[in-house]
Nanobody, 118 residues
Framework: QVQFVESGGGSEQAGGSLRLSCQYSGRTLTDLNIKSFGWYRQPPGKQREFVAGINLDNSSHYSDSVKGRFTISRDNAKNTVSLQMSSLRFEDTAIYFC?????????WGQGTQVTVSS
């Protein structure tokens, strides 16, 4: 089993900042030797999309829409992955999820809602 528990969402005005956190756990992550994690989001009425990913060596990759504004980080001792979001835009409004970088489709969490008002 795997659990991804996201937190930190909320409402913010455009230009503001939010920090999301994800606690991951589960034997399946160990069994599958999963070391890379990602953040994804699902805007209203749209499909889920990749936002950012991070490897064990802290190398990272971002979607073009968030590059330069969002920063992904991890704390291996605490089994957490965070997403620092700055210069928020209305179009960042979405439910944000974390998962392994190659998503485990059976184990999506509830996500955390981010709402940006213009």
């Amino acid at each position: 089993q795997v659990q991804f528990v996201e937190s930190g969402g909320g409402s913010e005005q455009a230009g503001g900042s939010l920090r999301l956190s994800c606690q991951y756990s589960g034997r399946t992550l160990t069994d599958l030797n999963i070391k890379s994690f990602g953040w994804y989001r699902q805007p209203p009425g749209k499909q889920r999309e990749f936002v950012a990913g991070i490897n064990l060596d802290n190398s990272s990759h971002y979607s073009d829409s968030v590059k330069g504004r969002f920063t992904i980080s991890r704390d291996n001792a605490k089994n957490t992955v965070s997403l620092q979001m700055s210069s928020l835009r209305f179009e960042d409004t979405a439910i944000y999820f974390c998962n392994s970088w190659a998503p485990l489709d059976d184990f999506w969490g509830q996500g955390t809602q981010v709402t940006v008002s213009s």
